[in-house]
Every structure is written in C-alpha cells, then in structure tokens.
C-alpha cells in the first residue's frame, strides 16, 4: 500500500464525519509509523510472529479482548497505535500477536538464527542499571544437604557470587522519516530499513554475550594451528577444560558445544564423526560435542584482539552464561514513534526537519557466570 492510499482510507473517513479532516496528515503519518513498526518486529520474531497472527486471527472477538487486557503491559510501548485504531474504528491484530510473540521469545528454548548462546545462559530480570552479579554453578559450599541429627541446630550453607559484576545497558537506535520520502510517495524504503532495523536488533542481543566471552573468558592457544579443528586438537581443547583450577579449587568440566564459524563447521564435525582415525586407533573426540554456526565470531573477533578463526568451547550442560534484562524487555526489544507537530492541515505545517522518527530500544547485558565451562581457543 501506497501513501497516496493511506491517505485516502483516512480522507473517506473525514468524508464520512467518522474522523475531523485536521485528523487526516496525522492518522496517515501514524499508519506509515505502525507499517515500521510491523515491519521491524516481523523481521525480529521472523516465524515465531507468523504463528502468532495466525493464531489471533483464527480467535473470536470476546477471546482476543479477554486475552489483549491481561497482555496489555506487554505490549505499552503501542499505545499510540492502539489510540488510533480506537479512533477510527478499525482493528488489528499486530498488538495481541506481538504480545504473544513476547511472551513466547521468554520460554527456555527461543534463540536467534544468528546465534544460540542464548539456549547456555540463565536468564535474569533486572530492575534498574546496578550491577549485577551472577550466582556461579557449585557456589554452594554443600554439594548434598546434610544430614540433620534430631535436637541439632539448623545449618545455613554459605554461597558466592563472581566478584566482578556487569550491568544491563541501554542500546537504541532510530530512523526518521522525512519529507522527501512522504512527497515521493515512498513508504517500502522506509519498511525496508526498520526490518533491517530488526535484523541488527537481534544481532544485538547474540553480541552481548559474545562480547561477555571475549572479554571475561580464558583463551587457549591450538597445539597446531594449522590443522584447524582435527580430532587432536579438539582433544586438546577437551583436556584443557577437563581439570581446571580456579581461585584455588579443582573444577572439572566436558566439552560439549562448540562455536565456530560456518567455514570451520564442516571440519569439526567430521573431526568427531569417525570412530576410528585409522585403522585400529580409537578417536578420542568421537561424538563428543555439537558444533554450532556462530558467525558473529568472525565480524567481531577482530575488535577483541582474536583473529578470524577463533572459536569458543563449552561445557554448556550447566548453562555457564547469564543473560539480563530490564524489566519490561524480556522478551524483546521496545519501538517507539514520534509524529512532529503539525500546525496546518497540509505537510508544510512541519516545523522540523522530518515527519516521523521510529527508535528501537533494548536493555539488555550479560556476563560469564561459569569461567571454568567456557574458554576461547585462537590460532596463536
């Protein structure tokens, strides 16, 4: 749909005396601004909001109204278009279906096609932007509750924390919709950019805990570089994660999971693959991790001093990461419009340098809460 048909939807409803005629630039630039907004969650959810719309619209009237007032905080940050439906009388039903989205993107489970470091992180809310610091695995100093002879006093085990914390961050970006693209008629332009607006949205959250690893995990050197992720190398990394000792104490862990790039995957897979790498000789790593695409590694390895074949191993059955995010964004990240006062019924009454402006906003951080499970492995 056109601008000029926008336009026009809301031209017939002043015709008809549903809505006053100053109501019409309005409406229309807040139907252009719904039409971002669709497009970015559409491009963030992908297939998890297409089953939710689907679901809406097989509902009845009375079970969308029962389920849209008890996800109404949710989805707050769609007032705005809420309110204008309201006013011309008309209905969606993107509201509900991204409330559900929401809430579904919060169960164990939902991860990003670009990433699943999410699936090995605990997730947390956080209530403002102190640090936080997470709870390690083991960091109770009782692997088993005792015993508690009859007439004995109650023990109270003692816990630890990671000393260092980290904090939820704010991250946003917008766009603006100008006066060019309202007179050119141009509306796919602007779409198209809020949906790649979503593709980076969930790029963002996948980077906060790979900027975590890179940051706070160990980095183990290949004994030979040059033979990428073989069987000896792999058990190598292995080894190096079997027994490790950490502020003093022996921690053991397993290779589970690895993280490389798509052009490392191949390799490693048949790496532990085979039962046998000759003819009589065991192989050490066979079937003893699943390798994941992880392409953020190579965009981003170079800004942490890493080269473009590293990788990150992971004893993942304990979920050694951690994932927080302010209250209200669990289950994704918020989009917010804004329509520049109009003083005149025509565009000239713009007084500022753009009609419309749509932001993206996430807060969202994270932490390894396991130092000993993760590790990343370099070249040299």
């Given at each position: 749909?056109?601008?000029?048909?926008?336009?026009?939807?809301?031209?017939?409803?002043?015709?008809?005396?549903?809505?006053?005629e100053s109501r019409v630039l309005p409406l229309t630039l807040q139907?252009?601004?719904?039409?971002?907004?669709?497009?970015?969650?559409?491009?963030?959810?992908?297939?998890?909001?297409?089953?939710?719309?689907?679901?809406?619209?097989?509902?009845?009237?009375?079970?969308?109204?029962?389920?849209?007032?008890?996800?109404?905080?949710?989805?707050?940050?769609?007032?705005?278009?809420?309110?204008?439906?309201?006013?011309?009388?008309?209905?969606?039903?993107?509201?509900?279906?991204?409330?559900?989205?929401?809430?579904?993107?919060?169960?164990?489970?939902?991860?990003?096609?670009?990433?699943?470091?999410?699936?090995?992180?605990?997730?947390?809310t956080a209530d403002n932007f102190k640090a936080l610091r997470s709870?390690?695995?083991?960091?109770?100093?009782?692997?088993?509750?005792?015993?508690?002879?009859?007439?004995?006093?109650?023990?109270?085990?003692?816990?630890?924390?990671?000393?260092?914390?980290?904090?939820?961050?704010?991250?946003?970006?917008?766009?603006?919709?100008?006066?060019?693209?309202?007179?050119?008629?141009?509306?796919?332009?602007?779409?198209?950019?809020?949906?790649?607006?979503?593709?980076?949205?969930?790029?963002?959250?996948?980077?906060?805990?790979?900027?975590?690893?890179?940051?706070?995990?160990?980095?183990?050197?290949?004994?030979?570089?040059?033979?990428?992720?073989?069987?000896?190398?792999?058990?190598?990394?292995?080894?190096?994660?079997?027994?490790?000792?950490?502020?003093?104490?022996?921690?053991?862990?397993?290779?589970?999971?690895?993280?490389?790039?798509?052009?490392?995957?191949?390799?490693?897979?048949?790496?532990?693959?085979?039962?046998?790498?000759?003819?009589?000789?065991?192989?050490?790593?066979?079937?003893?991790?699943?390798?994941?695409?992880?392409?953020?590694?190579?965009?981003?390895?170079?800004?942490?001093?890493?080269?473009?074949?590293?990788?990150?191993?992971?004893?993942?059955?304990?979920?050694?990461?951690?994932?927080?995010?302010?209250?209200?964004?669990?289950?994704?990240?918020?989009?917010?419009?804004?329509?520049?006062?109009?003083?005149?019924?025509?565009?000239?009454?713009?007084?500022?340098?753009?009609?419309?402006?749509?932001?993206?906003?996430?807060?969202?951080?994270?932490?390894?809460?396991?130092?000993?499970?993760?590790?990343?492995?370099?070249?040299?």
């Open positions: 749909m056109s601008i000029k048909d926008i336009r026009r939807v809301f031209e017939r409803l002043a015709d008809k005396g549903d809505i006053d139907m252009v601004g719904e039409s971002a907004v669709q497009a970015f969650h559409m491009a963030y959810y992908g297939e998890l909001l297409d089953q939710q719309i689907t679901s809406v619209r097989s509902m009845d009237h009375a079970a969308t109204e029962l389920a849209m007032n008890r996800l109404e905080g949710v989805v707050n940050d769609l007032s705005g278009i809420r309110r204008m439906h309201r006013e011309t009388l008309t209905t969606s039903d993107f509201p509900l279906s991204l409330a559900l989205a929401r809430q579904a993107a919060t169960r164990p489970g939902y991860t990003y096609p670009e990433s699943d470091l999410l699936n090995f992180a605990v997730r947390r709870t390690r695995p083991g960091s109770l100093n009782h692997r088993v509750l005792p015993v508690r002879p009859e007439l004995t006093n109650l023990q109270y085990a003692r816990f630890y924390s990671t000393e260092d914390g980290y904090t939820v961050a704010n991250y946003e970006l917008g766009l603006e919709y100008t006066n060019e693209m309202y007179r050119n008629d141009d509306l796919g332009e602007f779409t198209a950019a809020a949906a790649e607006l979503g593709v980076a949205a969930r790029a963002t959250r996948a980077w906060v805990l790979l900027d975590a690893i890179f940051t706070r995990a160990d980095r183990l050197n290949l004994p030979t570089p040059a033979n990428g992720l073989d069987s000896a190398n792999i058990d190598a990394i292995a080894d190096y994660l079997a027994v490790r000792t950490i502020d003093g104490k022996r921690l053991e862990r397993l290779l589970t999971d690895l993280f490389v790039p798509t052009n490392q995957k191949r390799k490693a897979e048949r790496s532990m693959a085979n039962e046998y790498t000759a003819p009589q000789v065991n192989n050490p790593v066979y079937n003893l991790a699943t390798v994941h695409i992880e392409d953020l590694i190579t965009e981003f390895a170079g800004e942490y001093g890493l080269g473009v074949n590293a990788r990150i191993a992971m004893d993942g059955r304990s979920k050694p990461l951690e994932f927080a995010t302010l209250r209200g964004y669990e289950g994704g990240p918020k989009t917010f419009t804004r329509l520049v006062d109009v003083k005149e019924e025509d565009i000239e009454g713009n007084f500022e340098n753009h009609l419309l402006a749509m932001k993206v906003s996430d807060n969202c951080g994270g932490t390894v809460r396991d130092p000993a499970a993760v590790i990343v492995v370099e070249d040299d």
